[in-house]
């Protein structure tokens, strides 16, 4: 009778493991398990048993190996802190995981020298593809992502990396904010904008003032503030609002959080909202919780609803189509985006 070696206890189950245990040969363990070639179905069913049994993993650096695929992908956020990522990277994760993909989370904080740092690290472990959400590169940046794996940038898009680019309308968005507030009887209209760096900063702001001349609302000196998609930006900006003359009925935000720091600052100077300025947000960053929170707080944020998990989803099929067809021509996706009408806005 033929004794069998089992694997000493501790140890990682190896390929000759369970060629030993299930009396099959070298070749039909490594098609069974590879799921490619031919092997009988009793045959495959008693290897993935034996192999389950062992406690056996494929080896990731020897699939890399055979492969040149390390079926690992980078997603660099700006900021994990803030409730529009999650939801993007939760839509991004669906697909990839799904195609046997695992994800590399980093967060770079918006500072340039730690974006640096993680790029340089996940290209250190050979991801195959990298997914940029809102993140501006520098030189540095650049040069590193040159030569290295496809990329796919969502809701800021990159003068000289050549990627596809996923991301919300932002024209049909502003133009839905102007003519609710042109609804209401305002005219006199304030924005504050994203980074100048940012490319969806610049395309807000280029929507905006086309906007206003095409409804032939003023663009009075004071009304166009450069922010930086932080909080503080918006509570800073509310001293040069109050001294525009004519001061401004309404105030497009960049964002939710800017949008909320407006409204704090206002109520500091004695202001109503929306009584005596209304106050609009971008990205629905909050979602359905802002209910909740108007209870508590008196008032919804009226904002611009992004589609936040379809963004992440369609930049991961972008990515999984640009790895697999690397000539393919560089695609651009933008989808439509929705009006969320709450409390922080009313007549002028």
Same mark, same amino acid.
């Given at each position: 009778?033929?004794?069998?070696?089992?694997?000493?206890?501790?140890?990682?189950?190896?390929?000759?493991?369970?060629?030993?245990?299930?009396?099959?040969?070298?070749?039909?363990?490594?098609?069974?398990?590879?799921?490619?070639?031919?092997?009988?179905?009793?045959?495959?069913?008693?290897?993935?048993?034996?192999?389950?049994?062992?406690?056996?993993?494929?080896?990731?650096?020897?699939?890399?190996?055979?492969?040149?695929?390390?079926?690992?992908?980078?997603?660099?956020?700006?900021?994990?802190?803030?409730?529009?990522?999650?939801?993007?990277?939760?839509?991004?994760?669906?697909?990839?995981?799904?195609?046997?993909?695992?994800?590399?989370?980093?967060?770079?904080?918006?500072?340039?020298?730690?974006?640096?740092?993680?790029?340089?690290?996940?290209?250190?472990?050979?991801?195959?593809?990298?997914?940029?959400?809102?993140?501006?590169?520098?030189?540095?940046?650049?040069?590193?992502?040159?030569?290295?794996?496809?990329?796919?940038?969502?809701?800021?898009?990159?003068?000289?990396?050549?990627?596809?680019?996923?991301?919300? *309308?932002?024209?049909?968005?502003?133009?839905?904010? #102007?003519?609710? !507030? &042109?609804?209401? $009887?305002?005219?006199? %209209? =304030?924005?504050?904008?994203?980074?100048?760096?940012?490319?969806?900063?610049?395309?807000?702001?280029?929507?905006?003032?086309?906007?206003?001349?095409?409804?032939?609302?003023?663009?009075?000196?004071?009304?166009?503030?450069?922010?930086?998609?932080?909080?503080?930006?918006?509570?800073?900006?509310?001293?040069?609002?109050?001294?525009?003359?004519?001061?401004?009925?309404?105030?497009?935000?960049?964002?939710?959080?800017?949008?909320?720091?407006?409204?704090?600052?206002?109520?500091?100077?004695?202001?109503?909202?929306?009584?005596?300025?209304?106050?609009?947000?971008?990205? *629905?960053?909050?979602?359905?919780?802002?209910?909740? #929170?108007?209870? !508590? &707080?008196?008032? $919804?944020?009226?904002? %611009? =609803?992004?589609?936040?998990?379809?963004?992440?989803?369609?930049?991961?099929?972008?990515?999984?189509?640009?790895?697999?067809?690397?000539?393919?021509?560089?695609?651009?996706?933008?989808?439509?985006?929705?009006?969320?009408?709450?409390?922080?806005?009313?007549?002028?």
């Amino acid at each position: 009778m033929k004794k069998r070696v089992m694997q000493s206890t501790g140890s990682r189950a190896t390929l000759a493991d369970i060629v030993r245990e299930s009396g099959m040969s070298r070749s039909t363990v490594s098609r069974a398990l590879a799921g490619k070639g031919y092997v009988s179905p009793d045959k495959k069913q008693l290897i993935l048993d034996t192999a389950e049994k062992l406690g056996y993993r494929v080896s990731t650096l020897a699939r890399a190996l055979r492969t040149q695929r390390s079926m690992t992908l980078g997603v660099l956020v700006a900021d994990i802190t803030n409730p529009l990522f999650p939801a993007i990277v939760k839509g991004i994760d669906e697909v990839v995981s799904a195609a046997g993909y695992t994800l590399f989370l980093c967060n770079t904080d918006e500072n340039s020298q730690r974006q640096q740092t993680l790029i340089r690290s996940l290209l250190d472990r050979h991801i195959d593809g990298l997914i940029l959400v809102s993140q501006t590169l520098n030189e540095a940046s650049r040069n590193l992502l040159k030569n290295g794996p496809p990329c796919v940038f969502v809701n800021r898009m990159p003068s000289t990396v050549k990627g596809d680019y996923i991301g919300p *309308d932002n024209v049909q968005a502003i133009n839905l904010l #102007l003519e609710h !507030l &042109q609804s209401l $009887g305002h005219r006199h %209209i =304030a924005c504050i904008t994203g980074p100048a760096q940012s490319s969806t900063a610049r395309e807000r702001k280029e929507a905006y003032l086309a906007g206003m001349q095409r409804l032939n609302f003023p663009v009075q000196p004071g009304y166009v503030i450069e922010g930086d998609y932080h909080g503080s930006s918006g509570k800073k900006a509310v001293a040069q609002l109050l001294q525009c003359q004519p001061q401004p009925t309404a105030v497009l935000a960049a964002n939710d959080f800017v949008a909320l720091n407006v409204i704090n600052g206002l109520i500091e100077q004695g202001m109503a909202v929306p009584d005596d300025i209304s106050v609009c947000g971008f990205d *629905d960053a909050f979602g359905m919780h802002f209910s909740a #929170l108007a209870r !508590l &707080q008196e008032k $919804g944020l009226t904002t %611009i =609803a992004q589609p936040k998990r379809e963004l992440g989803q369609a930049a991961a099929r972008a990515l999984l189509t640009r790895i697999n067809n690397p000539h393919e021509a560089i695609s651009r996706t933008i989808l439509p985006v929705t009006l969320q009408v709450r409390d922080t806005s009313g007549k002028a």
